[in-house]
């Protein structure tokens, strides 16, 4: 690895951890991101329930976005397995690089520490999407426990602290699901390291303009901010 290969890691590193802080936890500046926003709407969500005495819309909901965690999980699996086999084909690929210009042809050793890479991040990937649904079953136990509407009488500190374990349970689920979402758009940038540590550089920064505009500037931030 070249002292290019190891600044394009740091970038790496330092963008995917700065647009975490930037979108999930910085409240310094006063646009907010769309991660943020949904936190309240998904509070609000939760908070309606006490005025459901039906709740097969909130089953319903937690249904969809298990089914997106555990899509995603799967496909993570296989992306992981792609990898390794991937590794049991590096000179069939170096072969390939050898033929296409403008790449910078690394060793076999350098080849197979970025193939490392990449299943490292789809298993981290898995590891986040297999939580996120797992914590979206309890959120679903958690909302089974909030009190009927009609039994709220008398107990309506009871059923919110039922409400607002329920709603924390599930925004804890979101953020996991959405920090192995994120890891999956950043392999993509990562892929441009097996061309060269500049292609790297350029990919990974492309991604997270993607996802910061995606963010702080998309359309369906601006629906949520709406009257």
Request: aromatic share 14%.
């Amino acid at each position: 690895m070249t002292q290019y290969d190891l600044l394009a890691l740091a970038l790496f590193a330092f963008l995917w951890l700065g647009f975490n802080w930037l979108t999930d936890t910085s409240r310094t500046f006063a646009r907010v991101s769309l991660t943020r926003l949904m936190i309240e709407e998904r509070r609000r969500w939760l908070r309606n329930t006490l005025r459901r005495e039906l709740r097969m819309i909130d089953t319903q909901i937690l249904a969809g976005l298990q089914q997106g965690t555990a899509f995603f999980a799967s496909s993570t699996i296989f992306a992981l397995g792609g990898c390794f086999a991937l590794l049991g084909a590096t000179e069939k690929v170096q072969t390939i690089f050898a033929d296409l210009p403008f790449i910078f042809h690394s060793s076999r050793e350098g080849f197979e520490i970025k193939v490392g890479g990449l299943a490292c991040l789809f298993g981290y990937a898995f590891f986040k999407f297999g939580w996120s649904y797992r914590l979206f079953n309890y959120c679903s136990i958690l909302i089974g426990a909030i009190p009927m509407m009609s039994d709220v009488a008398g107990r309506e500190k009871e059923a919110e602290h039922a409400v607002e374990k329920a709603a924390t349970m599930n925004i804890i689920a979101a953020m996991n699901f959405n920090a192995g979402l994120r890891t999956v758009f950043l392999s993509i940038g990562y892929l441009g390291w097996f061309v060269n540590a500049f292609v790297f550089m350029a990919t990974t920064t492309l991604i997270i303009l993607v996802l910061l505009r995606r963010q702080f500037f998309s359309e369906a931030r601006n629906a949520l901010l709406s009257p």
